[in-house]
């Protein structure tokens, strides 16, 4: 099926819209009611955190929540944050 490509210039269709500044990106997306998150890892590799005072993040104007490990469930706890969890 794609052997025909193999070897030949192939047309992007989104290359335009992109370079000319007409494409949407999901940064572009605002929906009402919508939040944004952010994602703060430790300075320092490998430490260990015994505690985390999250209440001037949580004081700042706008700031919904603050979530930390702790509150993601007991099966992280034990568990290297390797990759993003769900």
Avoid: C, W
């Avoid at 509150?71 to 034990?78: A, D, N, V």
């Amino acid at each position: 099926m794609g052997m025909r490509y193999f070897g030949t210039a192939v047309q992007r269709r989104e290359d335009e819209r992109l370079v000319t500044g007409h494409g949407q990106y999901v940064d572009d997306i605002d929906m009402v009611g919508m939040l944004h998150g952010a994602f703060l890892r430790a300075e320092v590799s490998h430490a260990r955190i015994n505690s985390i005072d999250t209440s001037q993040a949580e004081a700042l104007e706008g700031v919904v929540k603050v979530y930390t490990l702790a509150e993601l469930g007991r099966e992280y706890l034990t568990k290297p944050m390797t990759t993003a969890y769900p």
